[in-house]
């Protein structure tokens, strides 16, 4: 199984500054067509996930612009360029290249 | 409005079985798949299954294989997901994503939307 590991764990951040979220995975998830396959959820306190980013960097329909997406292989982010009060809640981050998906153990992220 | 809308909670005994459904509506239902994703109490995101209601391809992790059996019923737009021989480590929160890849990436796995889950406790 691939392994998703997320850091930190945990995240204090002041509204309106910028946050970041790692995300390293045991393989690399750079597939032959040239995508990485690597999604960010964020899931808000007693809701089910959202897809925030898919491919690594393609923006979810509806997400704000100040959310996005970067890296390849085995390296990923997620910054969220200034925070505000309803991003609080926990990001995961998810490989969909091969089965069983699995996940990050999750970054809270708390103002 | 695209959504699933998932079947009420459950209490089930040690060594029965439960069965969850997802009801899709909004969209043509045949066209995408349906994943199964699970989380326990206070814990993290862990994947089950997936079903395409029009092929029929489907697929179970590994560790549930065996135990986790996931129908459709094409009629009422509706997936289920069976998981038998429960134990205390089942209880958890079960929720249903359709893959939004399907039509025009297939295989890309994201999903989007998520059922609001059905929360699963097996206790004696």
């Known amino acids: 199984d691939i392994l998703m590991t997320q850091s930190p764990l945990s995240l204090p951040v002041t509204p309106g500054e910028p946050a970041s979220i790692s995300c390293r995975s045991s393989?690399?998830?750079?597939?032959?067509?040239?995508?990485?396959?690597l999604d960010w959820y964020l899931q808000k306190p007693g809701q089910p996930p959202q897809l925030l980013i898919y491919?690594?960097?393609s923006r979810a329909s509806g997400v704000p612009d100040r959310f996005s997406g970067s890296g390849s292989g085995t390296d990923f982010t997620l910054k969220i360029r200034r925070v505000e009060a309803e991003d609080v809640g926990v990001y995961y981050c998810?490989?969909?290249?091969?089965?069983?998906?699995?996940f990050g153990q999750g970054t809270k992220l708390k103002i | 409005q695209e959504q699933l809308v998932q079947s009420g909670a459950e209490v089930k005994k040690p060594g029965a079985s439960v069965k969850v459904s997802c009801q899709a509506s909004g969209y043509n239902f045949m066209d995408y798949y349906i994943h199964w994703v699970r989380q326990a109490p206070g814990q993290g995101l862990e994947w089950v299954a997936f079903i395409s209601p029009k092929s029929g391809d489907a697929k179970t992790a590994q560790r549930f294989q065996g135990r986790v059996t996931v129908t459709w019923d094409i009629s009422i737009n509706t997936v289920y997901m069976e998981l038998s021989s429960l134990r205390s480590d089942d209880t958890a929160v079960y929720f249903c994503?359709?893959?939004?890849?399907?039509?025009?990436?297939?295989?890309?796995?994201?999903?989007?939307?998520w059922g609001q889950g059905t929360l699963v406790t097996v206790s004696s």
């Open positions: 998810m490989q969909g290249l091969q089965t069983p998906y699995t």
């Open positions: 994503a359709r893959d939004e890849s399907s039509m025009l990436f297939p295989g890309g796995n994201w999903f989007a939307p």
């Open positions: 491919l690594a960097s």
């Open positions: 393989q690399s998830l750079l597939n032959s067509d040239g995508y990485n396959y």
